[in-house]
């Protein structure tokens, strides 16, 4: 019986991985399609997304978020604390004020040299969509990024990559600051 067990656990597994969706875009050839399924996965979404982004200054996002949580969808971001705390540009304070998303500011790991201490930067660009889709990806999420950078972005439904990024995102934000 646990054979059995284990045989269909290792056959689900290896047809999870092998089956998942992924989709793959290259910037800026792809500007217009990787900018596209991000919003449509941002519209689609139903009950949560978690966001990690250094840098978030794209509009359109943006409102494709505000309007997310106004139909009821659970929203946290954790931005790069030094890219976003004084950014005039940055969605940050745009966004904390809608009902359904949480933002807060995390740093990365405090190094000390001979001189000083400093901390590393919180880089990721990540989104977590119902914990159904995966969004990593090389590009901030500002225009500059999807128009001008030469970037990737991958979308992927594969429930083990969705499950590790889910359990270091949640590492994450308990150490985050609200903002």
Not at 159 to 179: Q, S
Request: proline share 2%; aromatic share 14%.
């Amino acid at each position: 019986m646990k054979n059995i067990i284990f045989r269909f656990l290792l056959i689900f597994l290896l047809f999870n991985t092998l089956y998942a969706d992924k989709m793959l875009y290259f910037m800026p050839y792809e500007q217009k399609n990787a900018l596209n399924s991000l919003i449509k996965s941002i519209q689609s979404s139903h009950k949560n997304i978690d966001i990690s982004i250094y840098s978030f200054t794209h509009r359109e996002i943006a409102k494709a978020l505000k309007n997310a949580a106004k139909r009821g969808v659970n929203i946290r971001i954790i931005y790069d604390y030094e890219s976003n705390i004084n950014n005039p540009y940055s969605t940050i304070g745009y966004l904390s004020k809608y009902n359904h998303i949480q933002t807060c500011l995390l740093q990365g790991q405090k190094k000390q040299n001979k001189h000083k201490q400093y901390f590393g930067i919180m880089h990721q660009k990540l989104a977590i969509i119902d914990n159904h889709t995966l969004i990593l990806g090389s590009a901030n999420w500002s225009k500059n990024a999807f128009e001008n950078n030469y970037e990737v972005l991958l979308l992927s439904d594969d429930t083990t990559l969705i499950a590790k990024a889910k359990n270091y995102y949640n590492k994450m934000f308990k150490r985050c600051t609200p903002y």
